[in-house]
């Protein structure tokens, strides 16, 4: 049965005027496999078991946690809502006979007569007692909900042990100022001449209908600084209602997307009473006495830096474990990209999963290779070096009479970097171990990478990170343990395919160009706003132009780790054949 609280204005004074009892409530904050489904009951299962034994009457697990987040064009075939079905009836089954008495709230997907629903179900005791469809659908960035879902609009509130409880899910307590929340050029606040106040109407409708706290699935995927948005946007939501707040957070990787899960509690003040771990599985056992949220447990935020770098381990760890690959192979090049690259895949797997190859060439530094040798010594990995001179010098033979007359240019030097791909790629396909390429963001962005050389790969680990990013995260790598030798950090970059070759001899300064590119694609500022900032005219001019240029490029790079509020990913979305050029001026 469905139990829907459909309350009057005066209900709601009325019920708040009546003492509510104790309730020990949990946060299941779990780390799923999409499509994983008996393994993901399995999951819910076992932190249900522990949220009992701690005294939990009530387990709150994340959105859509029974087949994990997001699903995408799985959600265009019947056979999966019917399996979905069938695990949720199954586990319902079987937290009545292992756990009578406890209520569940799982997040699944819904197939209801033909319609297609984001949902919450309600378990206790081998039956379904309520069920909440998600109202606000997003649709912007990573997200695209609105291509398989349609919206609910009724409340849902459930009544355990006298305390009166709503559901809502994720989208439904930011509201449509989502887009604009999630981008920091505009301080997450609503631009002048916007028109209205935003509105999240999904918990008022919850508190019109009665609730007394509010229960809040979520799939919210990390980008940096995304914590203090969501206590911003809770407490304007705790504010509106009156009501205090759980909100439950998926964790773990999914291919490009790394959920942060750090869960937390709002009282109705908005104090924080509860703040779980990030990056980390876990189950946080919640005290409500009369309602109101105790004193829990807070852990402390993470430094920038600390967090960017838990993330990018536990899209590795997630996306190799989860795949199935048995290690990673990474190519050295004795610079910082390669060398924070192994680190990661060091501390997110185990120095004994990971295999790093130096390939020098006639142009590769003497220090260059003696750096590299240090940071596996360091590491403890399997290393080894393979001079690629002698293929090099083979393809040259080949194509001399091509070639002859012809000046050396980025022919030679793309030659080289896709001998290297192409070895990594044959010890790939031998090992079985995936590539890891170690190409940055600022890279990606002005296209600084050889399309089937250093871009070869399964999986680009510092895709999202910029070059300036990459320095600050080595040197919180050092405080760790200084395994990254010091002269990696303070020599010039460069990739080494002609003599004396450095990065500024055809960009401008990582500085000015991680600024330029973190304003025109991650804040959608226009080129003649980037140059009323200070930057020289010619920088921006080359920077935006190298930007839609090597669209092509990053069509065809792997898939990557996302840790800002926008990356060349599923939300950077510009057609390659283009003759559009914003004006400089």
């Not at 409340?155 to 981008?183: K, S």
């Not at 919850?206 to 699935?217: I, K, P, S, T, Y």
């Not at 935006?544 to 065809?556: D, S």
């Amino acid at each position: 049965m469905t139990e829907h609280f459909n309350r009057s204005s005066s209900a709601v004074r009325n019920a708040a005027e009546t003492a509510s009892p104790s309730l020990t409530l949990a946060i299941a904050q779990l780390n799923v496999t999409l499509g994983d489904l008996a393994g993901n009951c399995q999951r819910i299962l076992d932190a249900c078991h522990q949220a009992a034994a701690g005294g939990a009457r009530l387990v709150l697990t994340p959105e859509l946690s029974l087949c994990g987040y997001p699903p995408e064009d799985l959600l265009l075939r019947s056979g999966f809502f019917r399996d979905c079905a069938q695990a949720l009836a199954q586990l319902s089954q079987q937290l009545a006979q292992q756990l009578p008495g406890l209520s569940v709230v799982v997040g699944h997907p819904l197939l209801d007569g033909g319609r297609r629903f984001n949902a919450a179900s309600v378990l206790r005791d081998g039956q379904v007692i309520a069920q909440y469809r998600k109202h606000t659908l997003p649709n912007y960035t990573v997200f695209d909900e609105q291509r398989y879902f349609e919206a609910g609009d009724a409340p849902c509130v459930f009544e355990l042990d006298g305390l009166r409880l709503g559901i809502n899910i994720c989208e439904d307590v930011w509201g449509p100022q989502g887009p604009l929340t999630a981008n920091p050029h505009h301080g997450g606040r609503q631009r002048a001449g916007d028109g209205a106040e935003w509105v999240a109407q999904a918990p008022r409708l919850a508190q019109q209908a009665g609730a007394q706290l509010l229960l809040v699935l979520n799939a919210s995927p990390y980008h940096m600084r995304k914590q203090g948005s969501r206590y911003d946007v809770m407490r304007a939501r705790v504010r509106e209602t009156g009501l205090p707040m759980v909100f439950a957070n998926l964790v773990g990787g999914q291919d490009e997307l790394v959920f942060d899960g750090a869960s937390f509690v709002l009282d109705a003040q908005g104090e924080l009473t509860e703040q779980m771990a990030a990056f980390e599985e876990g189950v946080a056992l919640v005290q409500l006495k009369d309602g109101v949220p105790q004193r829990g447990q807070v852990h402390s935020a993470l430094s920038l830096e600390a967090e960017v770098y838990q993330a990018l381990c536990l899209g590795v760890r997630d996306y190799i474990g989860k795949n199935g690959f048995p290690g990673a192979l990474i190519g050295l090049s004795g610079g910082v990209d390669s060398a924070i690259t192994l680190c990661i895949a060091c501390d997110a797997l185990g120095a004994e999963r990971v295999r790093a190859v130096m390939m020098p060439s006639q142009y590769t530094a003497e220090i260059s290779l003696e750096d590299s040798r240090a940071l596996v010594r360091n590491l403890g990995v399997r290393y080894d070096e393979w001079p690629i001179k002698p293929v090099f010098d083979g393809f040259l033979s080949t194509l001399e009479a091509e070639f002859r007359g012809l000046p050396v240019d980025a022919t030679e030097e793309n030659l080289q970097a896709r001998i290297r791909g192409t070895l990594m790629m044959a010890l790939s396909n031998k090992s079985g171990a995936i590539v890891l390429t170690t190409g940055n963001k600022s890279e990606m962005a002005v296209g600084y990478a050889t399309l089937y050389g250093d871009m070869a790969g399964g999986f680009a680990v510092i895709k999202d990170i910029a070059k300036t990013l990459v320095y600050r995260l080595c040197a919180y790598r050092n405080q760790l343990h200084a395994d990254i030798p010091e002269r990696i950090l303070t020599r010039a970059p460069s990739a080494e395919l002609r003599p004396d070759q450095t990065d500024q001899d055809s960009l401008p300064p990582y500085e000015s160009l991680d600024a330029i590119m973190a304003d025109y694609m991650e804040n959608d500022m226009s080129p003649s706003e980037i140059i009323a900032r200070g930057h020289r005219p010619e920088d921006v001019k080359r920077v935006v132009e190298l930007i839609h240029r090597n669209e092509y490029k990053r069509r065809q790079a792997p898939v990557g780790i996302r840790v800002t509020h926008r990356g060349f990913g599923k939300d950077w979305r510009y057609p390659i054949t283009s003759k559009y050029r914003e004006p400089y001026h």
